[in-house]
């Protein structure tokens, strides 16, 4: 059985498509473009823009009560490989050891021109 997870404090979904999905204890986290949902702005460096998606990611792993620290494996995407070490910095502020496995890359291009996105997986019983 699958449920949905929503949280007001991360931006809604722009397609059909849920903020994130739980399947008995694994949560996956849609990918979160890093919108602020109180005031549905986006930062423009590419350190901000993470920290403001991990925030996304953090508000909506609290509806199920789960952490940053129940994260088991994530998933950036940049639109430019040269914004790897400023995300890799702010990335490091969030997510303690054990590290969460993960892949960066970058890609064409991200909706709304995001410097970042970032998906996640958590496991939570």
């Known amino acids: 059985m699958k449920t949905e997870l929503n949280s007001k ?7 059909p498509y849920s903020q994130a999905v739980k399947a008995g204890n694994l949560i996956f986290v849609s990918g979160q473009l890093p919108i602020n949902a109180s005031n549905g702005e986006m930062p423009r460096e590419i350190k901000d823009q993470t920290r403001q998606s991990i925030e996304n990611i953090k508000a909506i792993l609290e509806e199920d009560g789960a952490t940053l620290d ?21 990335y490091a502020e969030y997510f303690k050891k054990v590290y969460p496995a993960r892949a960066a890359f970058a890609v064409k291009e991200l909706p709304k021109q995001a410097l970042v996105e970032i998906e996640v997986i958590a496991y939570h019983a």
């Open 70 to 90: 129940d994260v088991v494996k994530s998933t950036v995407y940049l639109a430019d490989m040269s914004l790897f070490g400023d995300m890799n910095e702010v």
């Open 9 to 15: 404090k991360a931006p809604g979904a722009i397609g």
